[in-house]
Nanobody
Framework: QVQVVESGGGLVQAGGSLRLSCATS????????MGWFRQAPGKEREFVAA????????LYRDSVKGRFTISRDNTQNTVNLQMNNLTPEDTAVYYC???????????????????WGQGTQVTVSS
């Protein structure tokens, strides 16, 4: 059994920052990718950021480049998403996913993920 738990969401004004965290526990894996996705009301889940096993390679959707930073600590089984200069368009439920396998190009596809957290709400007011 694998658990994926997100935390750190909340309400912030436009231009503000939030730091999301994701903790995994349960069965031990190696060489897995981690990603963040988000889903706004009435919209499909979309890719936000991903990171490979070593943490040396990252991938971002264009709209968050330069504002969001994904990082991971394999000793703590955590992955973080630092979000700066938030805009109302960033408002969504943010989900953390664990993907068995480490091909970075596949980390941007929700259907390639094996485990998901329950999500954490991020609301950015204008």
């Amino acid at each position: 059994q694998v658990q994926v738990v997100e935390s750190g969401g909340g309400l912030v004004q436009a231009g503000g920052s939030l730091r999301l965290s994701c903790a995994t526990s349960g069965r031990a894996f190696a060489n897995y990718g981690m990603g963040w996705f988000r889903q706004a009301p009435g919209k499909e889940r979309e890719f936000v950021a991903a990171i490979n096993w070593s943490g040396g390679r990252t991938l971002y959707r264009d709209s968050v480049k330069g504002r969001f930073t994904i990082s991971r600590d394999n000793t703590q089984n955590t992955v973080n998403l630092q979000m700066n200069n938030l805009t109302p368009e960033d408002t969504a439920v943010y989900y953390c996913g664990l993907r068995l396998g480490d091909a970075l190009y596949a980390h941007a596809t929700a259907g390639m993920y094996n485990y998901w957290g329950q999500g954490t709400q991020v609301t950015v007011s204008s």
